[in-house]
T-cell receptor
Framework: AQSVAQPEDQVNVAEGNPLTVKCTYS??????LFWYVQYPNRGLQFLLK??????LVKGSYGFEAEFNKSQTSFHLKKPSALVSDSALYFC???????????FGTGTRLLVSP | DTAVSQTPKYLVTQMGNDKSIKCEQN?????MYWYKQDSKKFLKIMFS???????INETVPNRFSPKSPDKAHLNLHINSLELGDSAVYFC???????????FGEGSWLTVV
């Protein structure tokens, strides 16, 4: 069965600095990989996905993620963090043969002014 | 024009009651889901329907019964509510390409 690990419960970064939120996955075959963001008392918003093709995927709000097959990772990045980026970020994986989207435990991003 | 809408957003009810959460999507998708987010923010799939047919049922107590009257709607009915049912329930949908799931805003259920 597929699984996702987000090793950091929380990431703290100062506004203007680059940010990275880590994600590693386990799946049989080639994965579909996703990042979602959840703001307080809100639903999950889709940020970006990797299906196939270029390993560097660009998404909403200036976020990007790099698919690394050898390291089974899909880290979320942004060159310059904003205070408004503070939220809960979820990495998710789907085995192409299955229908379930399996989520990591989430990483809280706190961007300080 | 909310793509996936759920009602109610907040629900406080007593143990033993029966309640329903409704979900509608206007994206023309044919697959809909219910996910549960617990107090630790962990997200787990509960059910999935494709064209009104149940395709995923994840070891959820049979007090939870989803109903899909048409492919744009997936409602969740919960019988005999327990304290442990307190959570956020997210409805979601997906199109035929099956490569991106879109979530609603969530329904915060508190059982007292």
């Amino acid at each position: 069965a597929q699984s996702v690990a987000q090793p950091e419960d929380q990431v703290n970064v100062a506004e203007g600095n680059p940010l990275t939120v880590k994600c590693t996955y386990s799946v049989s075959g080639n994965p579909y990989l996703f990042w979602y963001v959840q703001y307080p008392n809100r639903g999950l918003q889709f940020l970006l996905k990797y299906i196939t093709g270029d390993n560097l995927v660009k998404g909403s709000y200036g976020f990007e993620a790099e698919f690394n097959k050898s390291q089974t990772s899909f880290h979320l990045k942004k060159p310059s963090a904003l205070v408004s980026d503070s939220a809960l970020y979820f990495c998710a994986v789907r085995d192409r043969g299955f229908q379930k989207l399996v989520f990591g435990t989430g990483t809280r991003l706190l961007v300080s002014p | 024009d909310t793509a996936v809408s759920q009602t109610p957003k907040y629900l406080v009810t007593q143990m033993g009651n029966d309640k329903s959460i409704k979900c509608e999507q206007n994206l023309g998708h044919d697959t809909m889901y219910w996910y549960k987010q617990d107090s630790k923010k962990f997200l787990k799939i509960m059910f999935s329907y494709n064209n009104k047919e149940l395709i995923i049922n994840e070891t959820v107590p049979n007090r939870f019964s989803p109903k899909s009257p048409d492919k744009a709607h997936l409602n969740l009915h919960i019988n005999s509510l327990e304290l442990g049912d307190s959570a956020v329930y997210f409805c979601a949908s997906e199109g035929t390409a099956r490569n991106t799931i879109y979530f609603g805003e969530g329904s915060w259920l508190t059982v007292v």
